[in-house]
């Protein structure tokens, strides 16, 4: 039988190996019959316990280490059931009173806006709809609101932003965090959203561009280097690490039947060496938010307990302020946490918190972590592609058009590449002579063309519609609904102008280019 068996799993792995799911669940199962087999046949043999060692660990396997005995079975049933979705509102784009007015004009069905009897600040539970459904909404399309996952919205909302700081976010894409920060911080902070992979890189533009920031900066490097480039600069760091993934596999399950420690901590290893970078990154008193949307301790606690042996008293491990989180772990294994230091880090349980598993954990500086090497940030300068413009023709051109003045401005600079020119906060000139290479600064407004002609974007009207004293048109909602879907408007307006600043609900939505 256990021949035959065997057998049968080889020829198995060799037919569908590029199927992991397939394999895994037939494995599951083939291991399932043999154990059976092995414990009615030879259950005192050296065979069985042999057959014991070589069973797959799987990840419900080291849930149920984690986990108390009677937690596990709510575990199971939640894990499998999917969770609430919900949205982040961008505060600086609309109003919570003005969502919810809009939302229910607009056919965004909401759900409710608490949770354990408290208010979610700026995230909205809405109804069970498909995540396409929301992507493709008006007020989405606006910049009005992302769609964010309540665990993931919970380690920006820990931090807290004061005037002039500067904030450092190392693994940036897909841009959740990023619009969090941007929604939050104050007109003279600046915020630095680094993504390595270029793919992800992609995404983070696509999103930060639909909600329209004027103070994005993005980087591409590999954020175990940042340190070199930001040493001791950082008011914040925000590391939230690429991990295994382990808190959002309800999404596809097929991992479930294995967990490779080996994977795992090679895993943690890149999360220690981009914790180190942060960390010198950050001045001294400076604070790092870490998070993971993982449930093993060698990714969190683990990785913690190592930071804070190896750098001693230089951090502190400060408590993550949060009433929602479920309880700490302490010991796993041969692995223990100080109480004390468990009860400072946040941790949440699918089945408590109906969310993915999360964790949170927060360290101050207290002195520096090394000296800077100049080797990489020499090696990395570069000339920039964005270019502070005096150009005359450029404030010619918004003045004709829109009445927008460069005395108006005063606050902003306005920046030249090759193909656009971009509005950037004043205080971002000098991220432009530090020889770091931006993937993309502030937001394009105008797009060049030969012989120094220009084309607004629709960013200008989102950003400068404020300033503009003429050819802006207020649009009724069936023609912002059209202007959204991309679908022709026709305009009768008394205005002559080629190009018009299209408003509705009297805020800036786009540019209107007459034939």
């Known amino acids: 039988m256990a021949k ?38 030879y259950t005192q043999s050296d065979f069985y316990f042999l057959f014991l060692k070589m069973k797959r660990f799987s990840y419900l396997d080291l849930v149920q280490e984690l986990l108390p005995p009677d937690e596990f079975e709510d575990f199971q049933q939640q894990y499998t059931t999917p969770i609430q979705k919900s949205v982040k509102i961008i505060r600086k784009k609309i109003s919570e009173e003005d969502f919810e007015k809009e939302a229910k004009t607009l056919t965004l069905h909401q759900g409710n806006f608490t949770a354990w009897g408290k208010k979610l600040d700026d995230l909205v539970f809405v109804d069970n709809q498909e995540k396409i459904g929301l992507w493709s909404h008006r007020l989405h399309q606006l910049g009005y609101f992302y769609v964010q996952e309540y665990a993931a919205w919970f380690p920006v909302q820990t931090m807290h932003f004061a005037e002039n700081e500067m904030i450092l976010e190392m693994c940036a894409a897909p841009g959740g965090k990023t619009i969090q920060i941007l929604d939050k911080i104050a007109p003279s902070c600046t915020l630095i959203s680094n993504e390595i992979n270029p793919q992800r890189r992609k995404a983070l533009l696509s999103n930060c561009e639909r909600c329209w920031n004027e103070q994005i900066a993005i980087t591409g490097y590999d954020g175990r280097m940042l340190w070199n480039l930001f040493f001791e600069t950082c008011d914040q760091v925000l590391l939230d690490a690429p991990c295994s993934g382990e808190g959002m596999q309800y999404k596809s399950d097929f991992k479930i039947f294995s967990w490779n420690e080996k994977e795992v901590r090679k895993i943690a290893n890149l999360q220690q060496e981009l914790l180190i970078s942060g ?122 058009k829109f009445g927008i003045s460069e005395e108006i401005l005063r606050n902003y600079d306005l920046v030249e590449s090759n193909l656009t020119i971009q509005l950037i906060p004043h205080h971002y000139e000098k991220l432009l002579k530090t020889g770091i290479f931006f993937d993309q600064i502030g937001m394009p407004i105008l797009k060049k063309l030969p012989q120094d002609k220009f084309v607004p974007l629709d960013e200008l009207a989102k950003i400068l519609w404020t300033f503009a004293t003429q050819n802006v048109q207020d649009l009724s909602f069936e023609e912002a609904k059209k202007r959204v879907e991309s679908k022709n408007i026709s305009l009768s307006s008394e205005s002559q102008g080629k190009y018009l600043i299209l408003r509705w609900k009297g805020k800036g939505i786009g540019i209107f280019s007459r034939k």
């Open 4 to 41: 035959i068996t065997i057998q049968i799993s080889l020829l198995i792995s060799n037919v569908f190996l590029n199927d992991e799911f397939l394999v895994n669940v037939i494995m599951r199962s083939l291991y399932f019959l043999l154990d059976l087999w092995l414990r009615f046949r």
């Open 279 to 400: 960390l010198k990154a950050l001045k001294v008193w400076g604070m790092l938010t870490y998070s993971t949307c993982t449930t093993n301790p060698i990714e969190n606690e683990m990785n913690l307990q190592k930071i804070l042996e190896t750098y001693s008293w230089k951090l502190e491990l400060l408590p993550v302020e949060i009433d929602q989180k479920s309880p700490w772990i302490q010991q796993w294994r041969d692995f223990v946490f100080s109480e004390e230091s468990a009860q400072k880090v946040a941790r949440f349980r699918p089945h408590q918190q109906k969310t993915w598993g999360f964790f949170i954990a927060k360290l101050k500086k207290l002195a520096p972590l090394g000296e800077k090497k100049l080797s990489f940030q020499e090696s990395f300068q570069s000339e920039s592609l964005w270019k502070i413009t005096k150009n005359e023709k450029i404030w010619s051109f918004l003045k004709e």
